[in-house]
């Protein structure tokens, strides 16, 4: 049964109320890379990144889901064959919506880590550098969030997957940020259909087969009807 593969970025959480980062008056017309979102701005300051991502967990605890993760999510229940979310986002929408298991490549603000003993655990929603490791008690804690510089998660699975994929789909993300951004040039290669679901065409446009433009929350649950009205999924 036919394989689907989707990677979302963060135009498919904005009209869930987060801002995504490269439109305008996003997180990065606000804040420097190099100042919240690298390895050595935490060992520069790691109160300042703490605090950018208290407010990144504080405004992802009080948002819902939108209509485009519930469609993935009524997707991965009617569809036959295996449905693989991969996504970019931080937060925790899709599986608000009842999605299941998906793939955190960049990580989750609602984990932590320690920098020291490399633990994990459910994180507080505020953190500090004070905070002690439960598992080690080194004052290392982190934010569970793969920055600029370093290694995103999963990788190896995330390549099976795609390897294997029959129909991939890019959902609101610009494909400015590699891995993600090679992504379809993978898909297509193992003979995938790859489609691309976003407000505008992303830098990595032309290593899609199809395009639907337009606004997640609009867009997906048609995209995802179409798919299931077809009695299971036919490469066109
Ligand atoms: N519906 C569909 N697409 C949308 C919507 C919407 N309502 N709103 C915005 N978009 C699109 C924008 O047109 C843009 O192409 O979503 C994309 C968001 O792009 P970015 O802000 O660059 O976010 P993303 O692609 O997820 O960034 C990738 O970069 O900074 C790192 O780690 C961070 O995971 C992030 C990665």
Not at 26 to 35: P, Q, T, V
Not at 203 to 226: I, K, L, N, T
Request: charged share 20%; net charge negative.
């Amino acid at each position: 049964m036919e394989k689907i593969v989707i990677l979302t970025g963060a135009g498919i959480s904005a009209e869930s109320g987060l801002a995504t980062f490269r439109d305008a008056g996003g997180l990065w017309a606000k804040h420097r890379i190099e100042d919240v979102a690298t390895p050595e701005a935490f060992i520069r300051d790691a109160g300042r990144v703490h605090r950018f991502y208290n407010t990144r967990r504080a405004q992802a605890a009080g948002v819902r889901p939108n209509a485009a993760h519930a469609a993935l999510a009524w997707l991965q229940a009617a569809h036959p064959g295996e449905v693989v979310i991969v996504t970019q986002n931080v937060d925790a929408l899709h599986e608000a919506a009842g999605s299941r298991g998906v793939i955190h490549m960049h990580g989750e603000l609602a984990r932590a880590l320690c920098a020291a003993c490399g633990h994990r655990w459910d994180a507080p929603p505020e953190m500090s550098r004070a905070d002690a490791c439960p598992a080690c008690g080194a004052c290392a804690c982190r934010p569970d969030v793969v920055w600029f510089g370093e290694m995103p998660y999963r990788m190896e699975e995330i390549l099976d997957h795609l390897a294997g994929a029959d129909l991939f789909a890019a959902i609101g993300t610009s494909g400015q940020v590699w891995p993600a951004a090679g992504f379809a040039q993978e898909a297509a290669g193992a003979g995938a259909h790859c489609v691309e679901i976003n407000l505008e065409a992303s830098a990595v446009a032309s290593d899609f087969h199809e395009a639907r433009q337009g606004r997640a929350s609009r867009v997906v649950p048609e995209w995802v009807a179409g798919l299931i009205g077809e009695a299971g999924v036919q490469s066109p």
